[in-house]
């Protein structure tokens, strides 16, 4: 236990009022994880998340506003005026730890536990930290304190084991770091370099939504340096990767590149989140440009090129078939012809977006 300092203020009142009713009602309670992390490097958190003895009925018989969400692990939703909503989850351990080494990887996680418990199945100490609002004390059962100190990501126990249960971790560590600028323990570091390719086997839609969380919090360009320079980005994403490490034969088109992310993060500062859509065309605009350039269907090499990326990081059908429809409507827009909105006037803001984006860079 740590006395704490963080900054009660910018605890969300809601969020307390939860902690503070299932106290009255004898439950252990405790607010946890990200927004935890967030107000001890001194960043204001976007959500409370709260941790608890109580099982999802005896928070819903508290509540009325309250509903339980999930089949695999199911959890309480306290909501709020203004859409807003608290998730308490019960205490939660790793299911018995499996032997066999080849299949480490996690299937079910829905067995109650004790607090400690559910703070040693987290994936990075700076994440796994317990705060007793009562008693104003972190509780700290994996040195994340310290790490918070040393502003360091380390996975709690062995990383190459942390990694292989659940390969996404990888994509979690760049975030963190990227986000919150904070170094990674080299022992965490090679193990995400040596266990990359285990990202092929995650579930796609998970590495998807992780490859766009990375592009979305403001430190689009930190990530993709980073995912690109530990190799991670040649298991998700070669066609940019090897963008990339041929710099030497395209200097400006590689330099434009990272200066469309900054203008990204520039804009997601600015004016908060962009376009799923628009941010992975930002991703891919300049080798697309390279892949079309010299091409007579230019629709053509666009969608050869798009295919197997769209395959790989498992691009919903939405998002890559907006994708191809911009990429068509680039031209046109760049030489400032008139384009008929009409039924794609979506699509244009959205492709006038990524001009915006490109220009600013
Ligand atoms: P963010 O600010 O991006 O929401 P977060 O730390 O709150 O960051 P969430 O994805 O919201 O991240 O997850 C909440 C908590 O659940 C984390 O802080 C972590 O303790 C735990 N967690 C999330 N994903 C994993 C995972 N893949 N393995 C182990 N623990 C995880
Ligand atoms: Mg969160």
């Not at 992390?37 to 509540?63: N, Q």
């Not at 996690?106 to 990075?124: L, P, Q």
């Not at 697309?288 to 790989?312: C, I, K, N, Y």
Request: glycine share 6%; charged share 30%.
């Amino acid at each position: 236990r740590h006395d704490a300092f963080l900054d009660e203020s910018a605890i969300d009142p809601d969020a307390a009022k939860v902690v503070r009713r299932l106290e009255r009602h004898g439950f252990q309670c405790y607010l946890v994880g990200g927004c935890i992390r967030d107000l001890l490097l001194g960043g204001r958190p976007k959500d409370f998340d709260i941790a608890t003895s109580a099982r999802p009925e005896d928070v819903r018989s508290l509540f009325r506003n309250c509903r339980i969400i999930g089949r695999r692990f199911r959890l309480a939703h306290v909501l709020f005026g203004g859409g807003k909503v608290i998730e308490v989850a019960t205490f939660r351990k790793n299911p018995q730890e499996i032997d066999e080494e080849e299949d480490l990887l996690i299937r079910s996680d829905n067995v109650f536990g004790e607090a400690h418990e559910d703070a040693i199945r987290r994936d990075f100490t700076i994440n796994a930290l317990f705060y007793d609002l009562d008693r104003r004390q972190v509780l700290d059962w994996c040195g994340g304190m310290e790490d918070i100190a040393k502003r360091t990501i380390r996975t709690i126990g062995e990383p190459s084991v942390r990694f292989r249960e659940d390969p996404v971790r990888i994509l979690r560590a760049i975030k963190f770091a990227a986000r919150l600028d904070l170094g990674i323990e080299p022992t965490v570091y090679d193990a995400m370099v040596s266990h990359r390719e285990d990202l092929a086997r995650a579930a796609r839609p998970r590495v998807f939504e992780e490859v766009l969380r990375l592009m979305r919090q403001g430190s689009a360009h930190r990530s993709m340096w980073i995912t690109w320079e530990s190799g991670v980005m040649a298991v998700l994403m070669p066609e940019l990767a090897a963008f990339l490490d041929d710099e030497e034969s395209h200097p400006e088109a590689v330099a434009r590149f990272w200066r469309q992310l900054d203008a990204v993060d520039r804009t997601t500062h600015a004016r908060g989140p962009i376009e799923d859509t628009v941010l992975m065309m930002m991703l891919f605009y300049e080798p697309l440009e390279e892949a079309m350039a010299g091409s007579r269907d230019r629709m053509r090499a666009a969608g050869d090129f798009l295919a197997p990326v769209a395959e790989r990081v498992a691009i919903p059908r939405r998002v890559g078939d907006s994708m191809r429809r911009i990429v068509a409507l680039l031209p046109r827009l760049r030489t400032g012809r008139a384009v008929r909105a009409g039924r794609n006037g979506e699509l244009v803001t959205l492709a006038q977006r990524v001009l915006e984006l490109v220009s600013a860079s």
